[in-house]
């Protein structure tokens, strides 16, 4: 009753502000009129139709529609296509016309002897285009795209644009992300909040479900062309958590020939070589990308631990320096033919890898009144090698009527993987004492089966059907072997040795129905539900887990379009997110002996509500203003906890033992200046308030935190181009502690080169200091923790880039593939375990 109540005040309050605006607007996709276009009188008449590829027969999307009054010969109206090819000019005044239709690649084509009475509907059917089969050579096709755009559902980061980003990974390219934050460790947050899910195409990948970490470290950002925020998705997403989607867009061509781009880099942390190929003839097209890198990242950290109440220790004092070694591949293949005009079959295999290790030397002294009582030092080798790939294959059929269309989709995901850590424990006189070996064998895997059908009616309603089953399996083979005294041999330690195994199924149906009123108004509503099935076995000690239950997840999604290319909106949704094998893996990593992390198995789904107040607008000169208000809920949120035991050793759990709400504003600005340079600024600024609900932890905390980020670029003459991109984090609040402000910045310039084909650049990561450094800490009744890191990220970077191929103009309009979407699982989002 509660949201119902908030839902409907949240709606009064948007309806009573766009009614206090002026009535008559014409919708933001439209393009300008001309000059002369306001002396043509409006009327109650409409034509419709839609554009397709003469050969292909395939829409043609964003292809310009010109009316002109035969008369005079001026055009007094115009519009572009959508996705599905059509068009609609409404409120035409009785008269003579002609209609121009005009896509780039093809020859303009034109309607005339065009007739209309005073109020009268024409349909003109479909305007087919033919291709100019002119061939070019080396021709690189450019458009004048913003760095950042702000749809309707979504902000898009044009990674492609940016000329920083190149030589770097995806970790890198998140970091310039509207409301996206990524800290040293390389965790995402979106909005302040981690319960988030990263897509790559449209699609979930194995890999992410372990460590978005890690994996965000695997994709060269020279692939990258775009980046997606979905922060309040509809019905038709899986009920993804609290924060949003972030979708990772790789590059790849649908013009018609070969055409290709090799990349490569050096710098003195990140070194790496990757290309890609791509052909597509008639009905058949192929993409393909590889790529390799290394990387190289010393730390160093200090960490204070103040007891209270533990028997014979007040202070643990810990150094550590370190160093995380690694090679990475990625490799993507993409099929995609047409049956025939209205029916597609698409494929794709997509691989990643990486084998890497982080050698660290840590010295623990415990102290009491002063007087050292006890400690070692570890020198730890913690090996991990991943492979995970995705496989998919997607059919979509297109029916008569524009828009109708009916996908079925299916996926197989899955990740292997080793974290084994070998340690030589030595005492305070420096003496080997012990060695262990802790190994992980783990893997999961996705099986995705998925329906969709999409009906649209008269006045551009339209009705979304769908259903789809996520099967789950995820199995961890730990164990602990320590050899004491360190000449013995390695003996096994049944107490921290297990086989676990895990089963997640889930099943989902959802309806949508999207539709406008008065020309102004734009509804979409719609409902989701979706049944969970959950079995966990430990093998070992012949426990388990299981859990069933069922949610459902509405969704409304409101926008008033207002005169000058104003918009506003309301959003509400409920959302739940499922904890994945990174917190329900109940692996001890004891990297540190005096700091241990443990999943838990028995963690719940959240369950949050998000609401949110949107406002955006544009103007001819490039500029973009958008505005968001935005509370969000959770009432059971996973959040980690720590938890000191006796001798002294900190043990880091999770569980569903938290309230958390954020309330907060993001804005976001971009505009030229100079004609040839783009500035564009971003900042999210909210309230934390995060809770207990249990008595297991008696902690609360709350602040007002923010992040910022300005990315400004400039090109000059000749082919040089050159970026400046910062970001500044505010300390950032935990349940049981905070983390400290963090500030990035980086500098790029870069000259086109071969005729623009190829391109040179020189950017570099903090040049003005060789450390990013960060203080974080926790406290406890008993604890208090106080550990600052130090990355070496001073980075000097070389890319070298060019294009080639040979691309034909008469392509066939890109057709948009169906990809599934897996938006539910909560990830750790970190390296460990």
């Not at 999307?61 to 109206?77: C, P």
């Not at 500044?728 to 049981?736: A, E, I, Y």
């Amino acid at each position: 009753m509660k949201n119902v109540i908030l839902l409907a005040i949240a709606g009064s309050l948007a309806a009573q502000f766009t009614f206090a605006q002026a009535p008559q607007s014409k919708p933001a996709s439209a393009p300008p009129q001309t000059a002369s276009a306001p002396s043509f009188p409006k009327g109650n008449s409409k034509i419709a139709g839609v554009v397709i590829d003469d050969v292909a027969k395939k829409p043609v999307e964003f292809a310009t529609i010109s009316l002109i009054e035969k008369a005079s010969g001026k055009t007094v109206d115009g519009t572009v296509t959508d996705e599905k090819g059509r068009f609609t000019l409404a409120r035409v005044a009785a008269g003579h016309y002609k209609i121009s239709v005009s896509f780039l690649g093809y020859e303009t084509r034109e309607m005339d002897n065009i007739t209309l009475g005073s109020k009268e509907e024409i349909n003109i059917g479909a305007v087919a285009l033919k291709g100019n089969s002119k061939m070019l050579d080396e021709v690189a096709v450019e458009g004048d795209k913003l760095l950042v755009e702000d749809k309707v559902d979504r902000m898009v980061y044009n990674a492609e644009k940016d000329i920083t980003n190149a030589g770097g990974t995806a970790g890198d390219v998140l970091k310039k992300v509207p409301g996206v934050t990524v800290d040293l460790e390389g965790n995402v947050a979106l909005r302040g909040s981690s319960n988030l899910r990263v897509l790559i195409n449209n699609k979930p990948s194995a890999v992410m479900a372990t460590s978005i970490a890690d994996a965000l470290q695997q994709i060269p950002a020279d692939q990258i062309k775009s980046v997606e925020v979905i922060t309040n998705p509809s019905a038709k997403y899986d009920a993804e958590g609290t924060a949003g989607i972030i979708n990772i867009i790789t590059k790849k061509n649908n013009l018609q020939g070969v055409t290709g781009q090799v990349n490569a880099t050096y710098g003195n942390r990140n070194t790496g070589v990757n290309g890609n190929v791509n052909y597509r003839k008639g009905k058949f097209g192929l993409t393909t990308s590889l790529g390799q890198s290394w990387r190289n990242n010393p730390a160093e950290s200090l960490r204070d631990t103040y007891y209270n109440g533990i028997p014979g220790i007040d202070r643990l004092h810990q150094t550590m320096t370190g160093r995380r070694e690694g090679i990475f591949k990625m490799l993507q293949v993409g099929l995609d033919y047409d049956l025939n005009p209205k029916t597609s079959l698409s494929a794709g295999f997509r691989m990643q890898s990486g084998v890497f290790a982080y050698k660290t030397s840590q010295v623990s002294t415990q102290y009491l009144g002063g007087e050292v009582k006890g400690g070692n030092t570890r020198i730890n080798n913690n090996e991990f090698d991943n492979l995970n790939y995705d496989l998919n294959l997607d059919f979509t059929r297109r029916f008569e009527k524009p828009g109708r269309e009916l996908s079925i989709l299916g996926l197989l995901s899955r990740n292997n993987r080793q974290n084994n850590n070998f340690a030589d424990v030595l005492n305070l006189d420096q003496q080997l004492a012990l060695r262990e070996q802790n190994l992980n064998d783990a893997y999961n895997e996705e099986k995705t089966f998925q329906v969709d059908y999409t009906h649209p009616f008269k006045n551009k309603h339209l009705l979304e059907l769908g259903t789809k089953a996520i099967l789950r399996y995820a199995e961890s083979d730990y164990q602990l072997l320590v050899a004491n005294p360190a000449t013995g041999p390695f003996v096994l330690d049944p107490s921290r040795t297990n086989i676990f195994e895990y089963q997640q199924n889930v099943g989902a149906a959802y309806a949508s129905y999207e539709f406008s009123l008065d020309k102004k108004y734009n509804f979409k509503l719609g409902s989701r539900y979706e049944y969970t099935h959950i079995d966990g076995d430990f093998t070992s000690t012949e426990t388990s887990v299981g859990q069933k239950y069922g949610n459902f997840v509405p969704s409304v999604a409101i926008s008033r379009s207002l005169k000058n290319n104003q918009t506003v909106k309301f959003n509400y949704t409920k959302r739940i997110q499922r904890p994945q094998l990174g917190l329900l893996n109940p692996f001890e990593n004891r990297v540190d002996t005096f700091n241990i992390q443990v999943g838990n198995p028995n963690l719940r789904a959240e369950i949050t509500n998000a609401y949110e107040l949107g406002y955006s607008t544009f103007f001819k000169s490039g500029t973009s203003v958008n505005a968001s208000f935005f509370w969000r809920q959770t009432n059971n949120s996973i959040e980690a906890y720590t938890l000191p035991t006796e001798g002294g050793v900190n043990y880091t759990r999770f569980g569903n033992i938290g309230r958390n709400a954020s309330y907060g504003v993001s804005l976001f600005g971009s505009t030229k200046f100079l004609q040839k340079g783009n500035v564009s600024t971003n900042i999210n600024l909210f309230y934390s308030d995060l809770e207990s609900q249990t008595s297991l932890l008696n902690a609360s905390n709350s602040s007002m935190m923010y992040n910022a980020n300005i990315n400004a670029s400039y090109s000059f003459e000749k082919g040089f181009s050159a970026q400046v991109f910062s970001q500044f984090n505010s300390r950032r609040v935990t349940l049981q502690g905070k983390a400290s402000a963090l500030a990035m910045y980086t500098i790029a310039v870069k000259k086109d080169i071969l005729k623009k084909n190829g391109s040179i650049s020189v950017g570099i990561d903090n040049p003005f200091s060789e450390t990013l450094k960060q203080r974080n800490s926790f406290k406890t009744q008993n604890a208090e923790q106080v550990s600052t890191m130090y990355l070496y990220n001073r980075q000097v970077k070389i890319n070298a880039s060019y294009k080639f191929g040979k691309l034909n103009t008469k392509a066939q309009a890109p057709r948009r593939k169906k990809k599934i979407n897996n938006d539910d699982a909560k990830s750790d989002g970190d390296s460990n375990g």
